[in-house]
């Protein structure tokens, strides 16, 4: 596959010699160099795109459909292709990319129809013979800046809704996960009009031009909340529309009624996939102490035995990070915490006998909220775990962060349930079944998260402007007109 930018329907080494090395996460082997992005390789797919924006707004709903529906019957053909790249590239175990990259098609379809289900309404007129309507206009070029965690379901968590917008896009993938993007436009994008879908690979800077661009009123953003002031601070002179998720620090509640056993998978579930590099990831647990010792005793017994390894290997449960000074802030907020008086029960180390950016799932007790493992995102395999006295506490506890992306209850007492689902600040509430997304129900946070949405009707809308139109049909004088001294 080439490893080049994706420009107006062509590969293209694009206007800088140097390139960026794409590492596996699991054995550091370099799997391909890709070109670092200038500003003249941004304003290249970003003259493309806008010249491919006054076409592509005014193809039909029903062929922008097509098109997305064909993507993913592209992506579907190649999938076992693409996930065992996903892999190599990002790290995460294969049963974990499997179930991403069918995200990543179905979003495409779900997309296809939503976009030519509803363009906007008709409203009441102020008076006979007037007519009024709200429509749903695209912005035009959207850039889309996609992180490595989850890089191609993030993609088409963005691109999918702005290309059924009528938007055309410019993506920016990570630095250390673009080869999967970039084959997404070999083999499944190559049917859209040239400039409609552009790839401009690179670091920060590829990024910070794309921002900067005044041709892009849009920008999509997934990524730490440092990134996303840093956008918001260049966009904000431009009035760009910004669209971000920004990360979380999610609580995980146990109620009183739970039982240990089943609560303790549901936990290390959330708290663990992707080796907890997932924005909703659990990132604080909390527990009543009358069940604390038979949750943790159970929770230690699942994690301890969970087997670390190369996400191509059958049997991997947990996979690498994706490079070291993400595994260093992991290190970090553990001796933090030991430092203050928590303790470890399992984990809490790099394994010496693997390659890769490895490192051992960890739960911590003795935690309290002085400790960075519990403020600040940790976006690593750690279970700090806390004890409460009552459910008013626990909501408390679960609220004490400045983000507020997701939070998890286990309790089948429909009293706490619906006393968690109406007081905790989070833009998803998970009862019983963590981390389990819907096509039609919107993703997004509150609070320093960011505030955009992904996913349902309100993903769509987030890539569409609304306007007003007034129609007096009959085109008639208004007695209120000018001039005033003749009334």
């Given at each position: 596959?080439p490893?080049?930018?994706y420009?107006?329907?062509?590969?293209t080494s694009?206007?800088?010699?140097?390139?960026?090395?794409?590492?596996?996460?699991?054995?550091?082997?370099?799997?391909?160099?890709v070109p670092?992005g200038t500003?003249?390789?941004v304003n290249?797919?970003?003259?493309?795109?806008?010249?491919?924006f006054?076409?592509w707004k005014?193809?039909s709903?029903s062929?922008?459909?097509?098109?997305?529906?064909?993507?993913?019957?592209?992506?579907?053909?190649?999938?076992e292709?693409?996930?065992?790249?996903l892999?190599?590239?990002?790290?995460?175990p294969?049963?974990?990319?499997?179930?991403?990259?069918?995200?990543?098609?179905?979003?495409f379809?779900?997309y296809?129809?939503l976009?030519r289900h509803?363009?906007?309404?008709?409203i009441?007129?102020?008076?006979?013979?007037?007519?009024?309507?709200?429509?749903k206009?695209p912005?035009?070029?959207?850039g889309?800046i996609v992180?490595?965690?989850y890089p191609?379901?993030?993609?088409a968590?963005?691109?999918?809704p702005?290309?059924?917008?009528?938007?055309?896009?410019?993506?920016?993938?990570?630095?250390?996960?673009?080869l999967?993007?970039l084959?997404l436009?070999?083999?499944?994008?190559d049917h859209?009009?040239?400039?409609?879908?552009?790839?401009?690979?690179?670091?920060?800077?590829t990024?910070?031009?794309?921002v900067?661009?005044?041709d892009?009123p849009?920008?999509?953003f997934?990524?730490?909340?440092?990134t996303?002031?840093?956008?918001?601070?260049?966009?904000?002179?431009?009035?760009?529309?910004?669209h971000?998720e920004l990360?979380?620090?999610?609580a995980?509640v146990i109620?009183?009624?739970?039982d240990p056993?089943l609560a303790?998978?549901?936990?290390?579930?959330?708290?663990?996939?992707?080796?907890?590099?997932v924005?909703?990831?659990?990132e604080?647990?909390?527990?009543?102490?009358?069940l604390?010792?038979?949750?943790i005793?159970?929770?230690?017994d699942?994690?301890?035995s969970?087997?670390?390894?190369?996400?191509?290997?059958?049997?991997?449960?947990i996979?690498?990070?994706?490079g070291?000074?993400?595994r260093q802030?992991?290190?970090?907020?553990?001796?933090?915490?030991?430092?203050?008086?928590?303790?470890?029960?399992?984990?809490?180390r790099?394994?010496?006998?693997?390659?890769?950016y490895?490192?051992e799932p960890t739960v911590l007790?003795?935690?309290n909220?002085?400790m960075?493992?519990?403020t600040?995102?940790?976006?690593g395999?750690v279970?700090?775990?806390?004890?409460?006295?009552?459910?008013?506490?626990a909501?408390?506890?679960?609220?004490?962060?400045?983000?507020?992306?997701?939070a998890?209850?286990?309790?089948?007492?429909?009293?706490?349930?619906?006393?968690?689902?109406?007081?905790?600040k989070?833009?998803?509430?998970?009862?019983?079944?963590?981390?389990?997304d819907?096509y039609?129900?919107p993703?997004g946070?509150?609070?320093?998260t960011g505030?955009?949405?992904?996913?349902?009707?309100?993903?769509l809308e987030?890539?569409?402007?609304?306007k007003?139109?007034h129609?007096?049909?009959?085109a008639?004088?208004k007695?209120?007109?000018?001039?005033?001294?003749?009334?």
């Amino acid at each position: 596959m080439p490893h080049l930018h994706y420009i107006n329907g062509q590969f293209t080494s694009g206007h800088s010699a140097e390139t960026i090395p794409v590492e596996d996460p699991a054995t550091r082997e370099v799997l391909a160099h890709v070109p670092k992005g200038t500003a003249a390789d941004v304003n290249a797919a970003v003259e493309a795109a806008k010249a491919a924006f006054e076409r592509w707004k005014r193809i039909s709903a029903s062929e922008k459909a097509e098109m997305l529906h064909e993507a993913s019957r592209k992506m579907r053909a190649h999938a076992e292709a693409i996930v065992t790249l996903l892999t190599r590239e990002q790290g995460k175990p294969k049963p974990e990319n499997e179930e991403e990259v069918v995200w990543t098609y179905t979003t495409f379809d779900y997309y296809a129809e939503l976009g030519r289900h509803l363009r906007g309404r008709v409203i009441p007129s102020t008076e006979d013979g007037v007519l009024n309507f709200v429509i749903k206009e695209p912005y035009g070029v959207c850039g889309c800046i996609v992180p490595w965690n989850y890089p191609l379901l993030l993609l088409a968590w963005k691109v999918a809704p702005a290309l059924a917008a009528g938007n055309t896009v410019v993506i920016k993938p990570s630095e250390l996960t673009p080869l999967t993007a970039l084959h997404l436009c070999e083999i499944a994008f190559d049917h859209f009009p040239p400039g409609v879908i552009n790839v401009v690979t690179g670091d920060g800077s590829t990024g910070e031009a794309l921002v900067r661009h005044p041709d892009v009123p849009m920008i999509a953003f997934t990524g730490s909340l440092s990134t996303g002031q840093q956008i918001a601070s260049i966009a904000a002179p431009m009035m760009k529309k910004l669209h971000f998720e920004l990360g979380g620090k999610d609580a995980f509640v146990i109620a009183d009624d739970a039982d240990p056993e089943l609560a303790a998978r549901a936990v290390a579930y959330a708290g663990l996939i992707n080796a907890g590099q997932v924005c909703t990831s659990t990132e604080r647990i909390y527990v009543p102490k009358p069940l604390a010792s038979h949750f943790i005793e159970n929770l230690v017994d699942l994690v301890s035995s969970l087997r670390l390894g190369n996400g191509m290997d059958e049997g991997t449960d947990i996979g690498p990070m994706i490079g070291d000074p993400y595994r260093q802030k992991v290190v970090h907020h553990i001796q933090d915490a030991v430092q203050r008086g928590a303790q470890v029960l399992t984990g809490g180390r790099i394994p010496t006998h693997l390659k890769g950016y490895f490192h051992e799932p960890t739960v911590l007790v003795n935690v309290n909220h002085t400790m960075l493992v519990m403020t600040e995102e940790t976006f690593g395999p750690v279970l700090p775990i806390m004890t409460y006295e009552s459910f008013d506490e626990a909501i408390q506890l679960a609220n004490d962060s400045i983000y507020g992306l997701g939070a998890c209850l286990y309790s089948s007492d429909a009293k706490k349930v619906r006393r968690f689902f109406e007081d905790v600040k989070a833009g998803t509430i998970w009862i019983n079944d963590p981390l389990t997304d819907n096509y039609a129900g919107p993703f997004g946070g509150m609070k320093y998260t960011g505030g955009g949405r992904e996913l349902g009707e309100e993903g769509l809308e987030e890539f569409r402007e609304t306007k007003h139109v007034h129609w007096d049909i009959e085109a008639r004088p208004k007695p209120w007109w000018l001039p005033y001294h003749q009334l």
